[in-house]
């Protein structure tokens, strides 16, 4: 099983990107899923998480700007960006906290990382 993310790029301040991430294999189930970010020369930090059953939550930095979002049919959890700051430039990677197929759970899986730019 492998996290896929996608979406990211470069944006203007106070535009908008979006980023998807999909786990891909054969799954039953997926606990929470978060975003994070890390920044130049910045520890990786969580930007937002969302349960299985769609309680959301944000760090400050982004509430109100971001919305975490998942669609369990499809095993993809989303980030909407709006009003990008110069600050969010960071790589943003997924992670699930538990995915679970037939007969096997993998904990703490990672995506690959995407790199968002915010730049004039």
């Known amino acids: 099983v492998q996290l896929q993310a996608s979406g990211g790029g470069l944006a203007q301040p106070g535009g908008s990107l979006k980023l998807s991430c999909a786990a891909l294999?054969?799954?039953?189930?997926?606990?929470?899923m978060e975003w994070y970010r890390q920044g130049p020369g910045k520890q990786r930090e969580l930007v937002a998480s969302?349960?299985?059953?769609?309680?959301?939550n944000y760090d400050d930095s982004v509430k109100g700007r971001f919305t975490i979002s998942r669609d369990n049919t499809k095993n993809t959890v989303y980030l909407e960006m709006n009003t990008l700051e110069v600050q969010d430039t960071a790589v943003y990677y997924c992670?699930?906290?538990?995915?679970?197929?037939?007969?096997?759970?993998?904990?703490?899986?990672w995506g690959q990382g995407t790199q968002v730019t915010v730049s004039s």
């Open positions: 992670r699930a906290d538990r995915i679970c197929g037939r007969d096997w759970c993998k904990f703490g899986v």
């Open positions: 969302v349960t299985n059953s769609g309680d959301t």
């Open positions: 294999g054969t799954i039953d189930s997926i606990t929470d």
